[in-house]
């Protein structure tokens, strides 16, 4: 998104710290992006005396960030976007962080009070396209979460190095009662779903990992996985849980929270459990690190997770985002992940 010098806040410019100022932070979308803005949400709120912040993301996605404490004021987009730049006007904001960069925040922009100072992330869009294209890599190899803190830099704000955040409501904590007997003291949480296909494993091979592992297991995932879920559950429904539909976002967050170790697809889930410093083994299909997102754990530990990701793909990774369907059709991405080299490890950390 282009902005012009006298709304955009250059490097070196000055400004009065001691006066309390108003934030409006947006990312509409999806959950895993929305926590990955986390650190720089933390970061400004305490490195900026008496902030006010506020957060402007989807109505659907109201769940990731409604018990966060770093926020004093939330916006929801629904489906009325006249109403919403309404609200932002209204609030006469001295800064707006847009870490979304798309249509949408440049009409909000374009419509804002010119006294309204704009801040933004590098979105690297050219970049991403240029990967999943073509294979050419000029990616920063800087994390998504590092480059929303660096779009604070105008600001003084610096990275506090404590990684992701994620605050459960009390009302959404999962208690022991909650899950099986047999699943009470302890299990290991397999997320099996995502967005979209071109991110999942195929349930043969979520029903091998299931078979190697012997350890309890709960299954993770939405409605539409729950029957996916059942398939890979039948395996063994004594030693597999299938939580697939049953439970909240927040609610399957806490699964995440207590478990022992969390395998994922690349999904909101990921982040959310390396928010909460698990080890995570993360599943790479048709998206990668490479596109400077995995699980984040901040400048000041050291990771907590491994990628599983099939070598020497030259179509790896095909989209920024995945896909409905595999482009060459055959889907080696995950058809050929090494599952015994994740069941190893999952035995060596048990």
């Not at 369907?325 to 015994?340: G, W």
Request: hydrophobic letters at 35%; glycine letters at 6%; one cysteine or more.
């Amino acid at each position: 998104m282009q902005t012009t010098p006298d709304r955009l806040l250059a490097k070196g410019s000055s400004f009065d710290k001691n006066r309390a100022l108003k934030f409006l932070i947006i990312r509409f979308s999806s959950i895993g992006d929305i926590v990955l803005t986390t650190p720089a949400i933390r970061c400004l709120k305490q490195q900026m005396p008496g902030a006010e912040i506020h957060f402007l993301t989807k109505q659907k996605f109201k769940a990731v960030t409604i018990a966060n404490p770093y926020i004093d004021k939330f916006h929801y987009l629904d489906n009325d976007f006249n109403k919403t730049i309404e609200q932002i006007r209204a609030e006469q904001f001295d800064y707006i962080i847009d870490l979304h960069k798309n249509l949408r925040t440049l009409r909000l922009y374009l419509e804002t009070d010119t006294k309204t100072k704009w801040l933004s992330y590098r979105k690297l869009s050219f970049q991403k396209l240029l990967l999943t294209k073509t294979g050419i890599n000029l990616m920063p190899g800087i994390h998504i979460s590092q480059r929303c803190i660096n779009a604070l830099k105008p600001l003084g704000i610096k990275d506090d190095g404590k990684g992701l955040d994620y605050f459960i409501p009390k009302d959404e904590v999962i208690q022991t009662t909650d899950l099986p007997l047999s699943h009470r003291m302890g299990y290991i949480a397999i997320v099996i779903g995502a967005s979209y296909f071109t991110k999942k494993l195929p349930v043969y091979k979520l029903q091998e990992i299931c078979r190697g592992i012997a350890h309890p297991i709960i299954l993770i995932g939405g409605k539409e996985d729950h029957e996916e879920g059942d398939a890979i559950a039948s395996i063994d429904p004594v030693k597999i849980y299938n939580a697939c539909g049953k439970f909240s976002l927040n609610e399957s967050a806490d699964i995440t929270r207590q478990a022992k170790l969390v395998i994922s697809h690349d999904t909101g889930l990921q982040y959310i459990a390396s928010a909460f410093q698990k080890k995570v083994l993360a599943i790479w299909g048709g998206t990668s690190p490479k596109l400077d997102v995995e699980p984040y754990y901040g400048s000041a530990v050291a990771a907590k997770h491994l990628n599983y990701i099939v070598q020497d793909l030259p179509c790896q990774p095909c989209s920024n985002f995945g896909t409905k369907t595999c482009p060459k059709k055959h889907f080696k991405c995950m058809n050929l992940q090494n599952v015994e080299a994740i069941v190893t490890k999952v035995k060596k950390e048990l």
